[in-house]
């Protein structure tokens, strides 16, 4: 079964909110389109160093591990494939990236806030799976760390400069090395898809917009609360003068089919199961305590929703999901989220506005 991967939302650190690069696109796992960096000249050279030395110690590869200062101002040019070992999760860098001395402790950060703002663990694995990331990024090299999957695997590689994408999968997040400098995109991505792979180890898919949903939630509040400049979240914004480029009357006509829809329709400009997932996960947080998630996690647990991780997911289960989330809800939550979004939605519009139109004058 061919499955599917989250991908990144757009990470736009400019005044950007209608011709944003879009690269909200499905990508399944098996496609090698990506990969046009894993012929670089370093890259070729591990992989021959790599193969040398299995061949003369084919009993120990002793993997580099890396060591942090700690310190944010020292730069880190990463030489060969190496590994970083933390509580709850395991870097595997790849040769060429560049790290500051402080990315461990900026992971951590990111991790604990986001476990804090669900009421989640990364040591629950429940819905863990592996592609062939080892060979894929990495040459074949780390066949021993992290294998039963007890740490979330966050795979960091040179960032290609072109439209390859970021993605969360099974157990892995794919970084690029940027994505963890302020400068670049203020974590953007690392908020994002490190909120999805804490969600997907709790169960099994609840669908696109879910996820998005989830994952979108976490990147605005913690870019917030942090107070970096998330301009990325203006293309979701209609206020003022910005406007969205989705239409969410969609949603009022019929809530309930369109949660389905956009679950199940192929990725479009219009961003349907991100834009809905936003303003659901956020009307769900705000309604139902900010332990609904965890709530639907567990639940989902009950049943099989396994076309929901293809690229051609099943009605049915998208059904069965509104049915979780109703058990975890009221019977009614789409209607009450058809009632909310003028108010709720609205008051979160104007108060976005106003937070990142500060960052305009500076
Ligand atoms: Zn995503």
Redesign the pocket.
């Known amino acids: 079964m061919k499955r599917v991967i989250?991908?990144?939302?757009v990470v736009a650190a400019s005044v950007c909110f209608v011709s944003c690069k879009d690269t909200q696109i499905t990508m399944e796992v098996t496609s090698s389109s990506e990969d046009t960096y894993a012929s670089d000249a370093e890259t070729a050279a591990a992989e021959s160093a790599a193969a040398e030395s299995e061949v003369t110690t084919p009993s120990a590869p002793a993997e580099p591990v890396l060591e942090f200062s700690g310190d944010p101002q020292d730069i880190m040019n990463i030489g060969e494939d190496s590994y970083y070992e933390g509580e709850n999760y395991v870097l595997f860098v790849a040769a060429g990236s560049v790290l500051t001395g402080d990315t461990p402790a900026k992971i951590s950060e990111v991790m604990d806030s986001l476990e804090e703002l669900y009421g989640l663990s990364y040591s629950y694995k429940g819905n863990v799976h592996e592609d062939d990331w080892r060979t894929r990024y990495f040459s074949g090299s780390f066949t021993g760390i992290n294998r039963d999957m007890s740490k979330a695997s966050i795979l960091i590689i040179p960032d290609p400069h072109d439209d390859s994408i970021e993605w969360?999968y099974g157990n892995e997040v794919l970084l690029h090395d940027t994505t963890l400098s302020v400068e670049h995109g203020y974590y953007d991505g690392l908020y994002?898809?490190l909120a999805?792979l804490l969600r997907l180890r709790q169960s099994n898919m609840l669908g696109s917009v879910m996820?998005?949903g989830v994952?979108l939630y976490a990147q605005d509040r913690l870019s917030r609360e942090n107070d970096y400049p998330n301009w990325s979240m203006l293309q979701y914004v209609t206020y003022g003068g910005y406007v969205s480029m989705y239409d969410d009357s969609v949603i009022y006509d019929d809530p309930e089919g369109e949660f389905i829809r956009a679950s199940l329709a192929e990725r479009s400009g219009a961003q349907t199961d991100y834009q809905y997932g936003f303003r659901f996960v956020m009307f769900l947080m705000e309604n139902y305590g900010t332990d609904i998630i965890s709530k639907i996690s567990v639940k989902a647990r009950e049943y099989d929703l396994s076309s929901l991780e293809s690229v051609s997911p099943d009605e049915k289960d998208m059904r069965t999901v509104v049915e979780i989330i109703k058990s975890c809800t009221e019977d009614d939550v789409f209607a009450k989220f058809v009632k909310w979004l003028p108010s709720g939605w609205e008051a979160y519009c104007r108060e976005y506005v106003k937070y990142i139109e500060r960052f305009s004058d500076m």
């Open positions: 989250l991908v990144a939302a969360t994002h898809e999805h996820e998005e994952a």
